[in-house]
């Protein structure tokens, strides 16, 4: 095997190895799932919506919190494509897609790796026209709150609020981003 083509081989072993590993270190967990949600009624078309919030390599084109997107492994709108988002501040978390559907314009994903106080975490976007031609994104996310090693004040609240205001920063800053 070529150098390049070992090279290839380990990140895939590696991304691998995190993925079978990521669901499974606190599979044993007590803490209940939680949930957190929200969504933004917007003028433009679900086209033109889902060509920003689709592009699973563009959240930080939309979302004020992500600096900067990078694949590590697979393919932009493929599943088992996985990225990497830099929350700045030397700060960044893994996710791989696990779905993507242009025509019924939903995206679900899983993060693999966080700095953030939970884990199991897995989100859907959803775009859908509304009866004036405009269109409603809908973000939701289901997980688990980190179960030890988290700092006072990170209970079930605390983190679905903490994911609650990540959610919030997107859609609140999606019509800028689309020049609405």
Not at 160 to 173: A, E, H, P, T, W
Request: proline fraction near 5%; charge should be positive; include cysteine.
């Amino acid at each position: 095997m070529n150098k390049t083509r070992f090279g290839a081989f380990a990140r895939t072993c590696a991304v691998a190895f995190a993925v079978a590993t990521a669901g499974t270190a606190y599979a044993a967990d007590s803490t209940p799932m939680l949930h957190a949600e929200g969504s933004v009624e917007l003028k433009e078309s679900p086209d033109r919506v889902w060509a920003v919030v689709g592009d699973f390599l563009g959240i930080h084109r939309w979302h004020p919190g992500i600096k900067g997107t990078t694949l590590l492994e697979g393919e932009n709108k493929r599943p088992l494509a996985v990225r990497q988002l830099d929350l700045g501040e030397g700060q960044w978390l893994i996710s791989e897609l696990l779905e993507w559907d242009g025509q019924r314009r939903t995206l679900r994903y899983r993060i693999l790796k966080s700095p953030l106080p939970f884990v199991n975490y897995v989100a859907t976007y959803a775009v859908s026209a509304t009866p004036n031609g405009g269109s409603v994104f809908t973000w939701k996310a289901d997980f688990r709150r980190r179960p030890s090693g988290v700092e006072a004040g990170t209970d079930d609240a605390a983190v679905v609020g903490l994911v609650k205001s990540v959610i919030d920063g997107g859609i609140g800053n999606l019509p800028k981003a689309l020049g609405e």
